[in-house]
């Protein structure tokens, strides 16, 4: 059974507005002091969690309303995504170079028979 919520009137909205607003500040705040406090951390923790110190620079340098640990995420996923490209390129190449290798070992060996 679906018990449907009363839709708020134009007034409960307008009064929820300012605490809303107020909300997106305290959490951008927060999440913004989390990424200050990353600045802190080595190289090598930051790789663990696939983070470069750069990118921690970057985040910072974003204006207040963008959550920096938002765009974090989205460009280690860009990161991850441009390794694996890479990745299934570099995968493909070497198919196409065995490949090459057995049929130049086929030629050979059908030229070492016939002769």
Do not use: C
């Amino acid at each position: 059974m679906v018990i449907a919520m009363p839709a708020k009137n134009a007034f409960s909205r307008l009064l929820s507005l300012p605490s809303d607003a107020v909300l997106r500040f305290m959490r951008a705040r927060r999440r913004r002091k989390q990424v200050l406090s990353m600045a802190h951390w080595s190289d090598a923790q930051l790789a663990d969690i696939g983070v470069r110190r750069s990118d921690i620079n970057r985040a910072l340098t974003l204006p207040f309303g963008d959550d920096p640990t938002d765009r974090l995420a989205e460009w280690r996923s860009e990161a991850n995504e441009a390794r694996r490209a890479q990745y299934r390129e570099a995968r493909e190449t070497l198919r196409e170079i065995e490949a090459r290798r057995v049929r130049r070992s086929v030629a050979v060996a059908g030229r070492l028979a016939e002769g």
